[in-house]
């Protein structure tokens, strides 16, 4: 699977639009870009995923770049919750034994 | 989503010893798969479970120190053996079923601390 570049931590006020960038220079054609994320003590719970159209869920909002080299997650409305670990992974849709390969992702800290 | 749970959720173990990790999914899956996740670093894969066959171990996992069971679509143990306090680490159990392709679950994690 392609790798992806993640910046380490990001802050955000409670209330605003967290926005969680994500490069995937050397994606491939058949390759999906996941999101993931992890909050203190849990397991990972997925978010949503694109492969190159924009998608909302009730989570989150993914825009990918034209270009596919690169996307971001939106959270139009942080809240305290929101704060853990960011995972952006790209893998082959249906990826099954492998291809999910988290990197160390984005610390995203919600501030009061 | 499928919902899983690990039991049990935390241990403290003795190094030497072993620990068996149970995971149990609320419905058929194709995959399971197990996970490890040192303090403060990202997950790492260590096998998949296949059903009624030896598990499949990725790079640096041993079946002899990670002994795995998938006896049914539903359920599988992972055992951590001959503890060190390098395995001092969570343990997640991941579930994924082919076809809908869309997500993997992961179960609560199993926090083990080796003294």
């Known amino acids: 699977d392609a790798k992806t570049t993640q910046p380490t931590s990001m802050d955000c006020a409670e209330g605003r639009a967290a926005n969680l960038p994500c490069n995937h220079s050397t994606i491939s054609g058949n390759e999906y870009v996941y999101w993931y994320r992890q909050i203190h003590s849990q397991g990972p719970q997925y978010i949503i995923h694109?492969?190159?159209?924009?998608e909302t869920n009730e989570m989150a909002s993914l825009i990918i770049t034209e270009d596919r080299k690169s996307s971001t997650l939106i959270l139009p409305h942080a809240t305290l919750r929101d704060t853990a670990v960011y995972y952006c992974?790209?893998?082959?849709w249906g990826g099954g034994a492998d291809g999910l390969t988290f990197g160390k992702g984005t610390h995203l800290i919600i501030q009061p | 989503s499928a919902v899983i749970s690990q039991k049990p959720s935390r241990d403290i173990c003795q190094r030497g010893t072993s620990l068996t990790i149970q995971c149990q999914v609320d419905?058929?899956?194709?995959?399971m798969f197990w996970y490890r996740q040192q303090p403060g670093q990202s997950l790492t894969l260590i096998a998949t479970?296949?059903?009624?066959?030896?598990?499949?171990?990725e790079s640096g996992f041993v079946i002899d120190k990670f002994p795995i069971s998938r006896p049914n679509l539903t359920f599988s143990t992972l055992t951590v053996s001959n503890l060190s306090p390098e395995d001092s680490s969570i343990y997640l159990c991941s579930v994924e079923t082919l076809g809908q392709g869309t997500t993997r679950d992961f179960g609560p994690g199993t926090r083990l601390t080796v003294t």
């Open positions: 992974i790209v893998r082959v």
């Open positions: 419905s058929q899956v194709t995959m």
């Open positions: 694109g492969l190159k159209n924009n």
């Open positions: 479970a296949n059903q009624g066959s030896e598990a499949t171990y």
